[in-house]
């Protein structure tokens, strides 16, 4: 069984920053592989916001990049997002992900794995 734990949303005003964080526990895991954080508003998709492979290597999409930056630890299995100059429209739901490898079987599988998603919500 694989868990993702995220604490770090909550209230800021336009402007502001907050640093959002998931780690991720398990007794079969094996690798964790690409981490990142997508986010939900009401009425849309969900949508990725950034993405670290295990070797460091990032994605962000649009305009998050230079705003936020994301960063992880392999050791602890964490990933971190930092979330800088925020603004309105960034108020969502944001999920952890993760893309793990777990011993099963005798046989290594693949699987994606979803925190339960923090409130992120920026007001003017």
């Known amino acids: 069984q694989v868990q993702l734990v995220e604490s770090g949303g909550g209230l800021v005003q336009a402007g502001g920053s907050l640093r959002l964080s998931c780690a991720a526990s398990g007794a079969n895991i094996y690798a964790v592989n690409d981490m990142g954080w997508y986010r939900q508003a009401p009425g849309k998709q969900r949508e990725m916001v950034a993405r670290i492979t295990n070797r460091g290597i990032t994605y962000y999409t649009d305009s998050k990049e230079g705003r936020f930056a994301i960063h992880r630890d392999n050791a602890k299995n964490t990933v971190l997002l930092e979330m800088n100059n925020l603004k309105p429209e960034d108020t969502a739901i944001y999920y952890c992900?993760?893309?793990?490898?777990?011993?099963?079987?005798?046989?290594?599988?693949?699987?994606?794995?979803w925190g339960q998603g923090t409130q992120v919500t920026v007001s003017l």
């Open positions: 992900y993760a893309g793990i490898s777990v011993w099963s079987g005798g046989d290594v599988r693949e699987l994606d794995s």
